[in-house]
């Protein structure tokens, strides 16, 4: 069954790094996202993202958070300038639909941890 | 604006007894609505979702949810659980239309116990 994947499964990093979190959703899927889960907390909507722009973005999603699709098959999430509270699993997801019904297909998730 | 809540953070059942999850919503306009389990180490994998139609769905594995409108209320049942249940398991609402489509709102999770 096609599913999407994530690299790396764990990342540490210290504060003030930029991390880069890699994603390859299914293949003939053309909508992406991006959520989070702090430890303890829900899981988060971070942004969307079709035809190589974004569609929505949470207020999480401040300047310091880019995603990109850089080839026909990646989706990626960039942290400029990690921080403590950054620590948490990220989830990359993928449709092949663009209605609220749909289903999402998630990824096992990056956990990060920044120190 | 939308959100979730799932009454139950742990739940433990008796393996063959009935699994009751519950998940009521809120949301201003007819809501679309979705269960996702977790099993460790593996990523979010939707067990069953209601968008329109029969409000009783069923799922994978044996799972089912009845939205109740008058209610506000999504319950994820199965009427004997398997040790394979154990997980935790997630509901979340989507109502949104425009660019606003993959905006899921989850609730904060039910770690599901299965005892011999």
């Avoid at chain 1, 990093?13 to 303890?40: A, D, K």
């Avoid at chain 2, 199965?78 to 899921?104: I, Q, R």
Wanted: hydrophobic share 35%; proline share 4%; charged share 15%.
């Amino acid at each position: 069954e096609p599913e999407v994947t994530q690299t790396p499964s764990h990342q540490v990093t210290q504060m003030g790094q930029e991390v880069i979190l890699r994603c390859v959703p299914i293949s003939n899927h053309l909508y992406f996202y991006w959520y989070r889960q702090i430890l303890g907390q829900k899981v988060e909507f971070l942004v969307s993202f079709y035809n190589n722009e974004i569609s929505e973005k949470s207020e999480i999603f401040d300047d310091q958070f880019s995603v990109e699709r850089p080839d026909g098959s990646n989706f990626t999430l960039k942290i400029r300038s990690t921080k403590l509270e950054d620590s948490a699993m990220y989830f990359c997801a993928s449709s092949d639909q663009g209605w609220a019904g749909n289903t999402i297909y998630f990824g096992e998730g990056s956990w990060l941890t920044v120190v | 604006a939308q959100s979730v809540t799932q009454l139950g953070s742990h739940v433990s059942v008796s393996e063959g007894a009935l699994v009751l999850l519950r998940c009521n919503y809120s949301s201003s306009v007819p809501p679309y609505l979705f269960w996702y389990v977790q099993y460790p180490n593996q990523g979010l994998q939707l067990l069953l979702k209601y968008t329109t139609g029969a409000t009783l769905v069923k799922g994978i594995n044996g799972f089912e949810a009845e939205f109740k409108k008058s209610e506000t209320s999504f319950h994820l049942t199965k009427p004997s659980a398997h040790m394979s249940d154990a997980a935790e398991y997630f509901c979340a609402v989507n109502n949104a239309g425009g660019t606003s489509y993959g905006k899921l709102t989850f609730g904060q999770g039910t770690i599901l116990t299965v005892h011999p």
